[in-house]
């Protein structure tokens, strides 16, 4: 247990309220007060919503249009600087100027961050650069770094990073209702989803495409982007995830993962958990989760096979998927993984008898 005179007084950058990487790190924070009884400042861009009872925010302006994440993260982190001093430990999932005073840092990333560079169009590779380098100097300036994949782990060697903690993401599989086994009949309505941003590297694009081939048995469902309906795709806009739960566990057959990059992505371990078949670009997914999903080489003709087969022969991959569910609740699940994390955090800056 944390040594009651030693209890570190913890800033952690949660940066917006939408986003896998944000709720990772809003978790985190209610996990160490719950069960380490610590106190936690968190950082917020100004006018973000402040979900979390108990908790001191710290707010820091966007400086930068809202999309330019990256930019603002790291203008955050300047602005920052005096009160960053204060703390005995600073944890963030991003790139920024961090390391301020006594404060030990840990710098937590669950991707290939060469990866998404080779992956991003040349145009966004411009405006990224920065903010790669930046995300470089974090993890070589921080007292211990975080790998929540395996991926991240390799990108970690290959910068020079030896000492770090191998973890992973993580869900609250406590909290999820049990795994359903669902059914399809030839004929019936074959819901596929995606829930993300309408962003390029999402690749959603290729999804919006592929329902023209398709006919109207087939429905798209969109959550994270809006628009207007058609015959067979259907705009959800944002909706809490509690929605998307209900959506994943009830119709959804197959949850779409087309991204050209993703780190660890929040709601791959979600549709896992819940028993949902996966169908994703092998770049969107951790090495240690590919044998639980059905990857799809990139190009329209591939994805619309895969979803035929999988539509075709739908109780082969469902009973694959409910073996999937009980993996991921089993190994993935809150409290396991943040406890191995935050005590082998706790050991390296001696916060534990």
């Given at each position: 247990m944390l040594l009651k005179m030693l209890k570190p007084?913890?800033?952690?950058?949660?940066?917006g309220s939408i986003g896998g990487a944000e709720k990772v790190?809003?978790?985190?924070?209610?996990?160490?007060?719950?069960?380490?009884?610590?106190?936690?400042?968190?950082?917020?861009?100004?006018?973000e919503p402040k979900s979390l009872e108990s908790v001191i925010y710290m707010e820091a302006p966007r400086l930068f249009p809202k999309k330019l994440v990256a930019y603002n993260t790291i203008a955050a982190s300047l602005w920052l600087t005096r009160q960053l001093a204060k703390f005995?430990?600073?944890?963030?999932?991003?790139?920024?100027?961090?390391?301020?005073?006594?404060a030990r840092f840990v710098y937590r990333e669950p991707g290939d961050l060469d990866a998404l560079m080779q992956a991003l169009p040349w145009r966004s590779k411009l405006i990224y650069w920065l903010p790669y380098l930046v995300a470089l100097f974090s993890l070589k300036s921080s007292d211990l770094p975080i790998a929540a994949s395996q991926k991240a782990g390799v990108f970690f060697q290959r910068h020079g990073i030896k000492d770090f903690v191998m973890s992973s993401n993580f869900i609250e599989t406590d909290i999820l209702p049990p795994t359903q086994s669902k059914e399809h009949v030839s004929g019936e309505i074959f819901?596929?989803?995606?829930v993300g941003r309408a962003d390029r590297i999402k690749n959603v694009?290729?999804?919006?495409?592929?329902?023209?081939?398709?006919?109207?048995?087939?429905?798209l469902h969109l959550?994270?982007?809006?628009?207007?309906?058609?015959?067979n795709?259907?705009?959800?806009?944002?909706?809490?995830?509690?929605?998307?739960?209900?959506?994943?566990?009830?119709?959804?057959?197959?949850?779409?993962?087309?991204?050209?990059?993703?780190?660890?992505?929040?709601?791959?371990?979600?549709?896992?958990?819940?028993?949902?078949?996966?169908l994703a670009n092998a770049a969107a997914v951790p090495n240690e989760l590919k044998d639980l999903v059905v990857t799809v080489n990139a190009g329209s003709d591939n994805w619309l096979s895969a979803i035929q087969t999988v539509a075709s022969d739908y109780d082969k991959y469902k009973n694959a998927s409910l073996e999937a569910s009980f993996f991921v609740r089993q190994h993935y699940n809150t409290n396991q993984v943040l406890t191995l994390e935050m005590d082998q955090i706790f050991k390296?800056?001696?916060?534990?008898e």
């Open positions: 007084k913890i800033f952690i950058w949660q940066g790190m809003s978790e985190i924070t209610r996990f160490l007060m719950t069960k380490y009884g610590v106190e936690v400042t968190v950082g917020v861009f100004r006018g005995d430990l600073v944890i963030t999932h991003s790139g920024g100027f961090w390391k301020r005073g006594r819901n596929l989803a995606f694009g290729l999804l919006i495409q592929l329902m023209d081939q398709l006919d109207n048995s087939y429905q959550f994270g982007i809006s628009g207007d309906n058609t015959r795709i259907h705009y959800h806009g944002w909706v809490p995830e509690t929605d998307i739960i209900d959506y994943l566990q009830q119709p959804t057959h197959v949850l779409l993962l087309p991204s050209l990059f993703e780190a660890s992505p929040m709601v791959l371990l979600l549709a896992l958990a819940l028993g949902v078949p996966v390296q800056f001696n916060y534990v």
